[in-house]
């Protein structure tokens, strides 16, 4: 039988697995399954040529059970409502492993920003705000940066908000840059919380970080800062990294001011300098000890997974692993640390950002830190225990943490 690769289904079925294992009541389990809210939209936007395009928007609202939905935005050719529902089901489950009081949500546009101009973007980023300003609200449904849209795009949501709601109000978006009520370490959060997840597992496992071998697949926000922070922070050696159009390898490791360098002038890592090239699968093959998918779903798969050598797979990416990669990578010994509880780090900053926003008073980089630690290592040993005490690989153990927060909460309002 043929992989399903349908994000979306695969979500299901983790849930499904989670579910059998909780023994969830049949009414709760048919609740979760499903989104509880979704909103699909056209927005027009007047190119620079003059024409007006048509992008189709998506704004999937999970599950707000546990607080107001939480979840960013995607700008990507290839998004469709079934990946933006699973990340917003993965957001759900997120939110409650983390223990932030937030739901799940996210958001997605199909349109290649790639081959748009920043004029473009801005009316297209206004144009989705548009379309959602009467759903989204600090007490409702709150969007963050993801794929392809950065602080920047924040500012533009957050400004054509405000000014169609004619107050000040910037806790309806996070991500949003310093001057615009950012919080100090959101950038590089998801990076760091994944770090302190790998540094909890490297313990347990009698794993040294100083020296130890990694590989990351994908240098944007996420992968570019994983680099910069195992190798300043760590002392690990980043051996491999790449982005959609391939890697680089160098086995004395790779200075994240290089490649960032040769990123920022070429547009991409492949030929940085003092490098051999590398293809995105062989990244993912190295004898490494920690891997890091930090780009796209679906790039562990049964195809690739029995070529894993990391000990320690660390998802930062969202859905990279497929069930049968899962299946075999487990089989293998390899600890998992599963996407929401892996890059659980940016959401828990953005909770932060809501609270300083709410309460106006900003705090500084090493109080975030400290506090996202604090957050992340508890996440991180609740799922730990979960796992050994049911018996049970790690992303299931995530599930069973988070179903039964969320499950717990739908139930006290007397929903199912
Ligand atoms: P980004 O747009 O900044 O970077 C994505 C990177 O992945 C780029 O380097 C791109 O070239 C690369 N990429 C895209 N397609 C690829 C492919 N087929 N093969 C290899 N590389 C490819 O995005 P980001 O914010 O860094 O997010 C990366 C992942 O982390 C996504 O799965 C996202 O959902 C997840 N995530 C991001 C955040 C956040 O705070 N930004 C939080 C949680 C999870």
Redesign the pocket.
């Known amino acids: 039988m043929k992989e399903n690769l349908n994000p979306f289904a695969i979500a299901q079925a983790q849930l499904d697995e989670a579910a059998a294992v909780l023994q969830l009541d049949p009414d709760m389990h048919a609740f979760l399954r499903e989104p509880t809210r979704e909103f699909h939209f056209s927005i027009p936007v007047r190119m620079d040529d003059s024409r007006t395009r048509t992008f189709r928007g998506f704004r999937v609202q999970y599950n707000d059970a546990r607080g107001p939905a939480k979840g960013?935005i995607?700008f990507h050719p290839d998004e469709t409502i079934d990946t933006v529902r699973a990340?917003a089901a993965w957001m759900t489950w997120k939110t409650a492993v983390a223990d932030v009081p937030l739901g799940g949500g996210k958001g997605g546009v199909i349109c290649n920003p790639r081959e748009m101009s920043q004029g473009e973007l801005e009316r297209l980023s206004r144009g989705y705000m548009r379309a959602i300003a009467r759903y989204v609200g600090l007490t409702k449904d709150v969007p963050?940066?993801?794929?392809?849209?950065?602080p920047q795009i924040m500012s533009w949501m957050l400004d054509e908000y405000e000014t169609l709601m004619g107050h000040r109000e910037p806790g309806v978006i996070t991500?949003k840059p310093l001057p615009l009520g950012g919080s100090a370490g959101r950038t590089p959060?998801?990076a760091m919380g994944g770090l302190f997840t790998i540094r909890e597992t490297a313990r347990l496992l009698d794993l040294g970080l100083e020296g130890a071998t990694c590989a990351i697949?994908?240098?944007?926000?996420?992968?570019?800062h994983a680099h910069e922070i195992a190798h300043n922070m760590f002392g690990m050696k980043v051996v491999a990294v790449?982005?959609?159009?391939g890697g680089v390898y160098h086995a004395n490791g790779l200075e994240p001011e290089v490649v960032s360098g040769h990123l920022w002038q070429a547009g991409?890592?492949s030929n940085c300098p003092d490098t051999e090239s590398i293809t995105?699968q062989e990244l993912l093959e190295l004898d490494v000890d920690i891997l890091i998918p930090?780009?796209?779903?679906n790039?562990l798969t049964s195809q690739n997974a029995d070529r894993v050598k990391a000990r320690i797979v660390a998802e930062?990416?969202?859905?990279?692993t497929t069930p049968e990669a899962d299946n075999i990578l487990n089989d293998k010994g390899v600890y998992i640390i599963p996407?929401f509880l892996c890059?659980?780090?940016?959401?828990i900053v953005s909770y932060f950002e809501m609270v300083q926003n709410a309460y106006q008073y900003y705090w500084d980089a090493k109080l975030i830190n400290e506090r996202l630690d604090q957050k992340m290592t508890t996440a991180f040993h609740a799922v730990h225990n979960m796992s050994r005490s049911k018996k049970v690989d790690t992303r299931v153990a995530a599930y069973l943490v988070a179903v039964n927060r969320v499950a717990e909460a739908v139930r006290l309002r007397g929903w199912v």
């Open positions: 960013g995607r990340l963050a940066p993801d794929v392809n849209t950065n991500g959060a998801t697949q994908g240098y944007g926000n996420v992968g570019s790449s982005d959609e159009f991409k890592v995105n930090a780009a796209i779903e790039q930062l990416a969202n859905g990279p996407d890059n659980a780090g940016g959401v």
